[in-house]
């Protein structure tokens, strides 16, 4: 929780949304009613423009700031899948600061594409955190802080076949920022699968001073083989090379878990303030298709770096010896999915390949 929202201070608040595109001062709801539209029937000021629609291929500015100021909040709907990329630049920057599917960046990355005429159909899960929350029905909300100094510019990109109508409200402060806010940045990387004797790069090219403040991480598993999340999250922090400065003990330990989620028999998915996993289950536990979304904020306890940083995750499990006791780690080739959040001095983004929406797609 913002720790000085009780206080009176000479901010402005301001909000973007379909409704006041430019969020300017005494101009909401002015749009007119479109002929043959639901609002038609009771005219100007009365929900005329809840939505924007995004064609196919599109690629659509939804929000253009151009003053000193923070993202407060933002929430968005509607036809949003992981074939809608979202792009944040702060400043003026040719190359964005966030640049991910829509759905990973709000921590629902195994996600069927939006179906227009079965709004409502699943599957579903809700995430209740500090930083996102999705609620019923696909509400998906964010409260990181996002400082900008010049300028904020937000886009989606539509790769989809079809147009899709977006619901959304961004609200945000206009104010003289404290010369230690940082940009909000986030890396998105893929393995499909994480390679024999590889592991997973969650985060790295990443220069300056910053603040690493969270993780999201899809895992789909391309086989059997008991359990299967041993490895361990590591962070190589300010020129640490062949070993990092923070290891953790297990991936769902890293997550807030212990002993393989297992109660009786069965994964055992959680929502919490700071961390959670839900569990898409095709099959029974510890087999094959298994889906797995999870995320960890560390705003309790935040990494800091100076120099750089550069962060990986380990793709291992248990295997079973001749007698039939599951006793060494094996390495394995599951796909792997994952967000990284960070605070850096810097508005620069840093250029990363993005996954085609159609390969995602095959892997659900």
Known sequence: ????????????????????????????????????SAGDVVGKGWKSRPFVTIEAGEVCTIADIATEGEIKTMWFAGGIDYGIIIRFYWDDE??????????????????????????????????????????????????????????????LENRTKVSRDI?????????????????????????????????????????????????????????????WGEGEFKFYL???????????????????????WDMEG????YTSLYSGMNWIKPGGLYEIQQRFSMYRWHFPDPIRFYKNIKVTVQDLGWQQNEFGKWDKYMQREDDFISV???????PQGIKRDLIDHRILQNKL
């Not at 009780?6 to 749009?31: Q, T, V």
């Not at 069965?266 to 998915?269: I, S």
């Not at 990284?340 to 810097?346: E, I, N, Q, V, W």
Request: charged share 20%; glycine share 10%.
């Open 340 to 346: 990284a959040y960070f605070y850096l001095d810097s």
């Open 266 to 269: 069965e994964y055992k998915p």
């Open 94 to 155: 040719a190359v964005p600061a966030i640049e991910c599917p829509i759905t990973h960046f709000f921590l629902y990355g195994w996600t069927k594409l939006f179906i227009p005429d079965k709004w409502n159909a699943g599957p579903g899960y809700w995430i209740n955190s500090a930083g996102m929350a999705v609620n019923p029905n696909r509400g998906f909300n964010c409260f990181l802080p996002m400082p900008f100094r010049k300028r904020a510019k937000i886009t």
């Open 238 to 260: 300010d020129g640490d090379q062949e070993y990092p400065s923070i290891c953790g003990t297990g991936l769902e330990d890293y997550f807030g878990g212990a002993y393989n």
């Open 1 to 36: 929780m913002n720790q000085d929202f009780h206080l009176i201070k000479n901010y402005y608040s301001r909000s973007i949304s379909p409704e006041n595109p430019i969020g300017e001062k005494g101009k909401g709801a002015m749009e007119e009613p479109k002929p043959g």
């Open 167 to 227: 619901y959304y409200q961004i609200n945000y402060e206009e104010k003289k920022l404290p010369l230690e806010a940082g940009y909000l940045h986030t890396q998105f990387s893929f393995s499909l699968p994480v390679m024999n004797q590889q592991v997973h790069t969650v985060l790295d090219n990443v220069c300056g001073n910053g603040i690493y403040i969270g993780t999201a991480l899809y895992v789909g598993l391309n086989r059997t083989s008991r359990w």
